[in-house]
């Protein structure tokens, strides 16, 4: 199945899986990963990284993830920034 259809259905009707589930089937191990590699895909520091333009280039770098999904390593990641 392709990447970009490997959500599909919680991309249509939403995605109201537990976070830490979406987590694990995006194929990290746990948040922290998640939230290293969010910061390993920017090129500016982490904590000047605006929410939004986090999300951005997650959805970019992973377009198989869901909004929710990518809302919350983007959470994770700038709380670990701070």
């Known amino acids: 199945m392709s990447e970009h259809l490997a959500n599909l259905k919680h991309k249509v009707f939403g995605d109201h899986r537990d976070k830490t589930t979406a987590i694990h ?3 990290f191990a746990n948040e922290a990963a998640a939230a290293e590699w969010a910061d390993s895909i920017t090129t500016e520091p982490l904590a000047e990284v605006t929410e939004p333009a986090l999300i951005k280039q997650i959805r970019e770098a992973r377009p198989d993830l869901t ?3 990518a809302s919350y390593i983007a959470q994770r ?3 670990r920034a701070a």
């Open 67 to 69: 909004l929710a999904t």
């Open 25 to 27: 089937e995006a194929g």
């Open 77 to 79: 990641a700038k709380a």
